[in-house]
Structures are given as structure tokens and as C-alpha cells.
């Protein structure tokens, strides 16, 4: 799909619509942090950088399909549709981060995310000054670090999901219509929360890894909040019949799903040099995905299974088991799923969903082809 | 202070009314998650036995001031008070999830607390029968289930977070008064997190641990949403002066730090057999308390220093430590910052506020007096 001039034109203002509404969201909370101390106020800051260099693939999907729905059409509600989508971008942040406290993660996309930044800092700056016997809850300097940056994670994690409620709560809308978003939000949290702890579960060998499980996590995780909230927010903000906006969002889940598939194949047989990541971390975490619930039933197993979940494991090795995996089928099996994913979207963009929201979702859709990282 | 039979008949309908709408809140939720499987339902029940156990100390606060501010007069938004008074208590037991999993903590008042609840069932049940070769992060069984236990007190912190948000957000209120509101959770929670953020910096030795520090830590972590928020929470709902509210407020901080200080001379040199902790646990844990603060200013703190933050403390050892801290006048210090506070919180009660609900923070004031646990 080509990106015509005018639509990199208009998407260019979007996002600076939503960068200059998600600066004044952080901006102020930043100054009022500043009455708590250097380090309340460090967790904003850090906050900020990271949010404010995200790509708000959520708000512009919000704001593009709202705009879609109105064409011709005075719209009504585009300054709260700007706040909300914004709100949008907070929860996203917010999951992050409590996502990357409970998998211990220190970096995301090659750089010190907000816990990695709190981690450095510690180590090098307060810690050495304050207290030299001071131990973690390991009993160690660097536990001790640790334990400080993944609080300021869980806390941050916290502020960052009251003030998503506090956009929705404050839109500046008919009671009903915020009573409506509200509920979208309790249900997208809801869901998200559930995938969450679906993937922890199957991570911990606490639920079983079948493949059903784990498409289910994938579309609760991720596709929800990725793809059906911001569909059926700007549906809901625009006003669409309950018929569109159920269309958009089971439009949206199938969507999401195929692109959570297609990270996954990304992460194991991509190119490391496009997607910048380590290609066998999915492997040396024992990440449950489609492929390995793929693998385990065929008689490829025992020879990746050996291998499987291994954190020492050589690049040679994960070779073996990425060549292993291709050739029982797996790769060409979540294939299937991704294609399986993309039809039932396809079937879903019919007449119910105006023409022009449907240029809005195939262009998001050609993200999906030839994607790399 | 004596409590006269009719405000025990109040009380006790108060209480009926707050466990009805928490009740409501919680089995709502409840229903909807079993949607989700039962690991994800199991978070909702656990946390409803932990939130309709409680002594809703906090939404009584707001109830009885509220209440009391309308001796006399018609009370248009009792029904939202209620509401929010609930919300309140889901709030403070988010910020006790959020805690514990901060401080690894799995036992709270003698019980298993959610993340205990959930390492018990994962140990014995699911875990045994799934994939028995799981190890967690730090390659162990046990480790596995801790992780998927800690898992599940930061998501359902997050859940009660926004279900506190939710009824803010909802509260059938002019939507001027329900911006005062939300302004008013939004302080809070800035300033609770702020505390915490404290704490923990004090702990892991991030924070240089002097009295002024720890002082402004207690009011931040447990004053302003134990005793500032109910109270001005309940002059908003009333329309009572911002001057009232004030005066409430400042009250209401000066009586919550001297409970916080109470807490600590209780945890050091209380009887045990009343308040049911381990005496010496805030010595082994290394807790930087006003106690502290003060015996380090003194001679005695070599003597001191060498057993505080020792895990593997000896009974005998800690009631050394115990009499030290007595000898050398911490305990008197701390005493004495009670007193201090128990005379601001005296001196506010002028007629500014009116005096049914002076009654109410008379009567709280008592409870302090002569309290063991």
C-alpha cells in the first residue's frame, strides 16, 4: 500500500497533535512532581522521554479512524478524541512497564528502558554516597539497586494508569458517552490484565501451553488494547452505530492477533539486523508461543525441547533449534495462522464499515506486509 | 473516650452500608472475571475476602465527617459518599498489594495476604501437574511460583487502582464537584506514591535516612490517604468551606502522622501478644523509623548499628537492641514528636470546624490513646 503525500501530511499533524496533548498531560505532572524531590520527579522525566519517543501507533489509529467516520461531517468531539487517544497512549506505558517489572526486563528496543535508567543511576550516583552497608532483599549492593529501580517501575507503572483514568474521567463529554468510555476502559483493562497473567501463567509452567491458550493470550495482551480500544473509542466518540463499532473492533482483534503472530515469527526467524533484537531470546526465555505449542506436537520436540527455556544457549544451538522448528512445520503453521487471521479480516470489511474507515484499516494492514522489525 | 450505644448503632449501620457497596463493586467484577478462567477469577475472590474483611477505618472517616456536616441539614449526595468511601478502601488495599509485592511481604495481621494465598495454591496445585521441568527467574520451582504470586498482586493492584478510579470517574455528581474530586485522588495518589517512593529509597539505602526525611515519608504514605483524603473527600460531598475543609485536612494530617509514629513504638516496644507482629521485625528488616533516626544522633548507635538490618537477629539480641533504644531516649524522642502532633491536631479544632465534627476526630483522637495494637 503507498502512502500518498496528503496522508503523510495529515499524519504528520496527528502526531504532532497528539505529541503537543501528551506534553501538557506529562508537563504538568512533571512541575508537580517536582515538590515531592529530585527522585519523584525523575520518574516523570524518564517517564516522559520515554513516552514522548513512542510512535503512537494507538492514538493515530484512534484519531485516524475517527476522522474517517466523519468525513463530510462536522465532528463534535475531536479535542476530547485528541485527550483520549493521548489517555490511550498512557495506558500502553503504563502495561510496559508493569510488563518489563514482572519479566525483569532492563532494556526494550536496545535501550535502558525506565527501570534499566533507575538501575544505572543508583548504582553509580546515590547508593554510593548514602549508605556503604546497605543490602537488597538479596542481601547484595546490586539487589539493592535493583529492588529501588523496579519499584520506581511498579510506582510509575501506577501513576501512569491513574492518569489515563483521570483523561476519560475529565472528557469533556455527556455523562452517557463518558459512562460508555469508562466502560471500554474497565473492559480493555480487564482483558489486558487476564492476557497478562495468562502469559506469566504459561512463562511460570503454571497453565498449560496449548495452542488455543495462547492465541487467547495474544488477543487478550495485546490486541485489545492495541487494535479494539481505539477502534471502538473513536467509534463511540464519533457517535457510529453499535453495528460499525462491532465491526471495527472484530475487525481490529483479528488484526491484532495476526500482528502478535507475526512478531512472534519476527523474534525467531527475522533478521536481527532489521528488528534489532536477540534472535534467540524467545528460546533461551522459553517464551510459549504458537510455534513451540506448534512443535510440541510433532516429533520434533525432544530435539528442541533439549534446548528449550535455556539461557546459556550458544548461537549454534539456536540454530539448530530454529532450523528444527522450520522443518517440523511450525514456521509454516503460524504462517497459516497470520493468513487465517488476515482473511477473517478481510471478511469484515464490508458495507457496515464506511469506505473511508476501511482505507484506514488496509493501509494499517499493509504494515503487516514485508514487515521486518 | 466513651462510645455511647447510639453511635454504635450508627457505626454498625455505616459499616452495613460500606459492605454492601463494596460488596457490589467487588461481586460485579467478580462475576464478569470468571469470564477469564479461574486463575484470573481467583485474583477477585481473594481480593474480596481481604477488602470485606478489613475495619474500614477510611470510609468511616468519611462517613461520620460527612455525616456530622450535616447535623440538621438535607444530604444530597449521601448515596455518592457511600461510593466514594468504598472506592477509598479499594484504593488502600491496591496500595497494601503494591506494597507487599515491594516488599516481598507475604503474610499481613497474621494471614496470608493474596500473594501468600497464591504461592500456597501454585506450590500444591497447578504447578505440580503442568510442566514439571519450569524453573522461575532464579531457576528454581519455588521461584517459579513466587513470580507467578508477586504477578498477581501487581495486576490486581492495577485492577483496584482503576476500580477506584471507575467510581471517582462515575460518581452521580456535578461534573464541576466531580472534577474537585479527582483532583483530590489524583493529589493523593501522587503523594502516597511519593511516600512509598520514600520508603523504599530509605530501605535500600538510595535516601539518606534523616528525621526530617522519614517524618515527611509517614505523612506522605499513610496520612494524606488514611486521613487527609476521607476528610476532605467529605467536605467536598457536603459543600462545606474550603476553609473547613482545611482545617480538616491539616487535623486529619497531624493526627495521621502521630498514629504512624505509634505504629513504630508499638512494633519496637509493644507487646507482642497484643499487637501480634514479631517485635523485632522492623530491626531485622533495617526499617528506618523516627526511632531510628534519633538513636543514630546519639552515642548508643555503635551498639546499635551492629544489629540493625540483621535478618538472622536473635530474640535476645533484639531486646538489647530494644534497651538501648530506650537508654539512649529514642523512645521518649518519639514520644515526644506523638505529643507534638497530638497538640497541632488540638490546636485545630477551633470553630472553624463544626463541632459534631470535632466529635467524630475526638473520638479518633481516642483511639490513639492507650492503644496496643
Redesign the interface.
Known amino acids: 500500500m503507498t502512502i500518498t503525500s496528503s496522508t503523510v501530511r495529515s499524519r504528520t499533524d496527528l502526531c504532532t497533535a497528539i505529541e503537543n496533548e501528551l506534553s501538557g498531560l506529562i508537563g504538568k505532572?512533571a512541575s508537580?512532581?517536582t515538590a515531592?524531590?529530585p527522585?519523584?520527579a525523575r520518574?516523570w522525566a524518564l517517564a516522559g522521554q520515554n513516552v514522548l519517543g513512542g510512535k503512537f501507533v494507538r492514538p493515530l489509529l484512534l484519531m485516524e479512524t475517527y476522522d474517517a467516520l466523519h468525513q463530510g461531517q462536522e465532528s463534535r468531539h475531536r479535542e476530547t478524541a485528541i485527550s483520549i487517544a493521548a489517555a490511550i497512549e498512557l495506558l500502553h506505558y503504563?502495561f510496559l512497564l508493569?510488563d518489563d517489572?514482572?519479566d525483569?526486563d532492563l532494556v526494550r528496543r536496545g535501550h535502558a528502558n525506565l527501570i534499566g535508567s533507575l538501575l544505572a543511576e543508583?548504582g553509580t550516583t546515590?547508593?554510593e554516597t548514602?549508605?556503604s552497608?546497605?543490602?537488597?532483599?538479596d542481601g547484595t549492593r546490586a539487589g539493592?539497586?535493583l529492588?529501588?529501580a523496579q519499584?520506581?517501575g511498579?510506582?510509575m507503572?501506577?501513576?501512569l494508569?491513574?492518569a489515563t483514568?483521570?483523561s476519560?474521567?475529565?472528557a469533556d463529554l455527556p455523562?452517557e458517552l463518558?459512562?460508555r468510555l469508562?466502560d471500554l476502559?474497565?473492559h480493555t483493562?480487564?482483558?489486558t490484565?487476564?492476557g497478562?497473567?495468562?502469559d506469566?501463567?504459561l512463562g511460570?509452567?503454571?497453565?498449560?501451553?496449548d495452542l488455543q491458550t495462547i492465541l487467547v493470550m495474544c488477543g487478550?495482551k495485546t490486541a485489545t488494547y492495541t487494535f479494539e480500544l481505539p477502534l471502538r473509542a473513536a467509534a463511540t466518540l464519533a457517535g457510529a452505530d453499535f453495528a460499525v463499532e462491532n465491526a471495527l473492533a472484530t475487525a481490529g482483534r483479528h488484526l491484532g492477533l495476526a500482528f502478535q503472530l507475526q512478531d512472534d515469527l519476527l523474534s525467531t526467524f527475522g533478521d536481527p539486523r532489521r528488528h534489532g533484537k536477540d534472535p534467540f531470546s524467545d528460546l533461551r526465555e522459553g517464551k510459549e508461543t504458537a510455534i513451540i505449542a506448534h512443535a510440541r506436537t510433532t516429533t520434533a520436540w525432544p530435539d528442541i525441547e533439549a534446548f528449550f527455556?535455556r539461557p546459556e544457549l550458544s548461537v549454534g544451538d539456536g540454530e539448530h533449534v530454529r532450523r528444527h522448528l522450520s522443518r517440523c512445520g511450525a514456521e509454516a503453521f503460524v504462517q497459516g495462522l497470520i493468513e487465517e487471521q488476515m482473511q477473517a479480516f478481510t471478511n469484515q470489511l464490508t458495507s457496515t464499515i464506511p469506505a473511508s474507515v476501511r482505507t484506514v484499516l488496509l493501509d494499517l494492514a499493509g504494515q503487516l506486509e514485508g514487515r521486518q522489525s
Not at 511460570?204 to 501451553?209: F, M, R, S
Request: glycine share 14%.
Open positions: 505532572r508537580a512532581a515531592y524531590g527522585d519523584f520518574l503504563a508493569h517489572v514482572i525483569g543508583a546515590a547508593g548514602v549508605r552497608e546497605t543490602a537488597g532483599a539493592s539497586a529492588h529501588w519499584t520506581g511498579i510506582l507503572g501506577d501513576m494508569l491513574a483514568h483521570q476519560f474521567a475529565r455523562h463518558r459512562l469508562l476502559l474497565e483493562i480487564n482483558e490484565v487476564a497478562e497473567q495468562l506469566v501463567g511460570d509452567g503454571v497453565i498449560a501451553p487478550y527455556g
